[in-house]
């Protein structure tokens, strides 16, 4: 018989909210991109057109503090979030971890919004330095919600971590992983160019002048294909090599997700990228790629935490580990 998961503590329901709101930021923020509303504050940082509070602010304005502000709550629902973790569970366990991740991520999130602003790469730049950015603010945003998944997941009794000696399965997940965040990359800058270079037809034909972040459209749809194709086929052979129900069931929802971005995909490009398909496809890109680190995270679980066991050569290498996780998921 399959044993019960303890019921999620005060601080999952904590982490798994602040993990959604963080989610609400960052489609906001694809909204403030979309609508051209980057430079709502101009080049000022974190003050907007040099006041603390702007007089008779534009729309565009607005938009931009709106998204300030949301993010400013994101980080100090994280910080929360990190004190609390320290309170509330021991040394060494996997919560602490994965919340000092989340605030150093934040912060990281911010800076990287901030060089947005101070350089200049918003509204109308159609640079190659705008580019590089996105990708790197898309990184930094998806380690992120990896961070703050991984937090509510290990809050809510999922088991720590093991890289070493996870086989072909461990191999499949992280390629998965990395795919994914690749294509996520090229996402980000090719939304960059649906904004500053509308579409006007379906078709794929360029022109020979046609600006790079235009013929980068070509390359996004490829890959993202590519990786969802590999995802669905190892989302037959992983739960064979961990039968394991909640690897089982994670792998499912993985599936589903990318199955359903390719179809959103489909009918962004269709619909010519429109700011509102825009956002719906980046929701459906975060919600794939949080089920895959939830997949990855039970595929990558220390088995002998589990309680699975893998040999006495690896109990006398932490004889400590069993007795620390179920301290650990009792904590609260």
């Given at each position: 018989?399959?044993?019960?998961?303890?019921?999620?503590?005060?601080?999952a329901?904590?982490?798994?909210?602040?993990?959604?709101?963080?989610v609400?930021?960052?489609?906001?923020?694809?909204?403030?991109?979309?609508?051209?509303?980057?430079?709502?504050?101009?080049?000022?940082w974190?003050?907007?057109?040099?006041?603390?509070?702007?007089?008779?602010?534009?729309?565009?304005?607005?938009?931009?503090?709106?998204?300030?502000?949301?993010?400013?709550?994101?980080?100090?629902?994280?910080?929360?979030?990190?004190?609390l973790a320290?309170?509330?569970?021991?040394?060494?366990?996997?919560?602490?971890?994965?919340?000092?991740?989340?605030?150093?991520?934040?912060?990281?999130?911010?800076?990287?919004?901030?060089?947005?602003?101070?350089?200049?790469?918003?509204?109308?730049?159609?640079?190659?330095?705008?580019?590089?950015?996105?990708?790197?603010?898309?990184?930094?945003?998806?380690?992120?919600?990896?961070?703050?998944?991984?937090?509510?997941?290990?809050?809510?009794?999922?088991?720590?971590?093991?890289?070493?000696?996870q086989?072909?399965?461990?191999?499949?997940?992280?390629?998965?992983?990395?795919?994914?965040?690749?294509?996520?990359?090229?996402?980000?800058?090719?939304?960059?160019?649906?904004?500053?270079?509308?579409?006007?037809?379906?078709?794929?034909?360029?022109?020979?002048?046609?600006?790079?972040?235009?013929?980068?459209?070509?390359?996004?749809?490829?890959?993202?294909?590519?990786?969802?194709?590999?995802?669905?086929?190892?989302?037959?052979?992983?739960?064979?090599?961990?039968?394991?129900?909640?690897?089982?069931?994670?792998?499912?929802?993985?599936?589903?997700?990318?199955?359903?971005?390719?179809?959103?995909?489909?009918?962004?490009?269709?619909?010519?990228?429109?700011?509102?398909?825009?956002?719906?496809?980046?929701l459906?890109?975060?919600?794939?790629?949080?089920?895959?680190?939830?997949a990855?995270?039970?595929?990558?679980?220390?088995?002998?935490?589990?309680?699975a066991?893998e040999?006495?050569?690896?109990?006398?290498?932490?004889?400590?580990?069993?007795?620390?996780?179920?301290?650990?998921?009792?904590?609260?």
């Amino acid at each position: 018989m399959i044993p019960e998961r303890p019921k999620p503590s005060g601080f999952a329901r904590l982490a798994w909210t602040v993990l959604a709101w963080n989610v609400v930021v960052v489609l906001w923020g694809a909204y403030v991109r979309a609508s051209g509303s980057g430079a709502g504050c101009g080049s000022h940082w974190p003050r907007c057109n040099g006041r603390v509070i702007p007089r008779a602010p534009s729309a565009e304005t607005l938009i931009e503090l709106t998204h300030r502000a949301t993010s400013g709550i994101a980080l100090l629902l994280v910080a929360g979030m990190l004190v609390l973790a320290f309170r509330r569970y021991p040394r060494r366990h996997p919560v602490r971890l994965g919340a000092v991740l989340s605030a150093v991520l934040i912060i990281t999130e911010a800076l990287v919004g901030a060089g947005l602003v101070l350089l200049e790469l918003v509204a109308d730049n159609a640079s190659l330095a705008r580019a590089y950015w996105m990708a790197l603010h898309l990184t930094n945003t998806f380690l992120l919600l990896g961070a703050l998944s991984l937090t509510a997941w290990w809050a809510s009794g999922g088991p720590p971590l093991r890289l070493r000696g996870q086989g072909a399965a461990g191999a499949l997940m992280l390629t998965a992983v990395i795919a994914t965040l690749l294509v996520a990359m090229m996402g980000a800058v090719t939304a960059l160019g649906d904004t500053l270079f509308p579409k006007t037809s379906v078709g794929l034909d360029l022109p020979p002048a046609a600006h790079f972040l235009e013929r980068l459209r070509v390359v996004h749809p490829v890959a993202a294909v590519a990786t969802a194709l590999y995802v669905l086929g190892i989302a037959r052979v992983v739960p064979r090599l961990r039968p394991d129900p909640t690897t089982a069931g994670l792998m499912g929802w993985v599936t589903a997700a990318f199955v359903l971005q390719v179809f959103v995909g489909v009918w962004n490009v269709a619909l010519l990228a429109p700011t509102w398909m825009q956002i719906v496809h980046l929701l459906v890109a975060d919600a794939v790629w949080i089920t895959l680190v939830l997949a990855t995270a039970s595929v990558l679980a220390d088995r002998v935490s589990r309680g699975a066991g893998e040999g006495a050569e690896e109990r006398s290498a932490s004889p400590a580990a069993p007795r620390e996780v179920v301290r650990a998921g009792g904590a609260g």
